[in-house]
Nanobody, 128 residues
Framework: QVELVESGGGSVQTGGSLRLSCRAS????????MGWVRQAPGKAREGIAA???????IYADSVKGRFTISKDNAKNTLYLQMNSLQAEDTAMYYC??????????????????????WGQGTQVTVSS
């Protein structure tokens, strides 16, 4: 059974940091493109980062230079290190699996293939 479980969300002040984790079960993430997608209330879903099996990454302009996507294949876990958090980063964050193709070519920061499996999400709230 394929499952993605996010953790690490919470409330933080502007300028703070959080690290999100996404533990996968049912398959090995090392062979797949994985990504993070967020959705703020009243806004469209936004792909913000993705990483493929070769370690190639893509980031949305809104998070580039502040967020880092990584994965630990041995732990079968995907991460999102978020630094210099701002109020506009407040959203529900989801991890997702996007097949065995690589990262997309942009402009959205996603895998080349549409996302197939999703986690349940973890809430990030940034306040001043």
């Amino acid at each position: 059974q394929v499952e993605l479980v996010e953790s690490g969300g919470g409330s933080v002040q502007t300028g703070g940091s959080l690290r999100l984790s996404c533990r996968a079960s049912g398959y090995k993430i090392g062979a797949y493109c994985m990504g993070w997608v967020r959705q703020a209330p009243g806004k469209a879903r936004e792909g913000i980062a993705a990483i493929d099996s070769d370690g190639d990454t893509i980031y949305a302009d809104s998070v580039k230079g502040r967020f880092t996507i990584s994965k630990d294949n041995a732990k079968n876990t995907l991460y999102l290190q978020m630094n210099s958090l701002q109020a506009e980063d407040t959203a529900m964050y989801y991890c997702a699996e996007g097949g065995t193709y690589g990262v997309g070519a942009g402009p959205e920061a996603t895998c080349h293939h549409e996302y197939i499996d999703w986690g349940q999400g973890t809430q990030v709230t940034v306040s001043s």
